[in-house]
């Protein structure tokens, strides 16, 4: 043990942490895209604002802002109209952000920028001013925020 250097130490934890990290990539299979999976690489879909937004999100502001109570803070919130990527609806947990499409397909109040919503026995709703707008949840425990959002072009 005495005969150990540095240098010979220092290869060792090296190699352990390439062990460990390839072991790691073992583990995650990246060939499918998951936005429950942090870090996960989105599939891309016929919305190049959308994908953006999910990619680099803070090359967007904030354009309108909606602040609701949410009294079921135990069960996940499901916005209905909604885009994402290419699926129908979004799941949004407590303690956590999603960013979707309004989808202003569905009827007349989605064509005035309405978004609906649900979690468990509870249903609202919300309205932008901007039909299909590029909306951000951030759930918390008793509240959500929802912001309408654009790309941000000012120097």
């Not at 209905?80 to 303690?95: D, P």
């Not at 759930?139 to 925020?145: D, G, I, T």
């Amino acid at each position: 043990m005495n005969d150990m250097t540095r240098r010979d130490v220092v290869g060792f934890l090296a190699a352990g942490l390439a062990v460990g990290a390839s072991a790691v990539r073992a583990g995650d299979s990246t060939d499918v895209a998951d936005d429950s999976k942090p870090g996960a690489t989105p599939a891309k879909s016929d919305d190049p604002m959308y994908d953006l937004a999910i990619q680099y999100p803070g090359a967007f502001m904030i354009v309108e802002e909606q602040t609701f109570p949410f009294e079921a803070p135990s069960y996940d919130l499901y916005i209905t109209s909604a885009r994402n990527g290419g699926k129908r609806g979004v799941s949004v947990r407590e303690g956590s952000m999603r960013i979707f499409r309004a989808d202003a397909d569905q009827d007349d109040f989605t064509r005035q920028g309405g978004v609906y919503w649900k979690s468990y026995k509870t249903e609202g709703k919300f309205q932008f001013k901007k039909p299909g707008a590029l909306v951000m949840v951030v759930r918390e425990h008793h509240s959500m925020r929802c912001y309408a959002l654009q790309i941000d072009l000012r120097c």
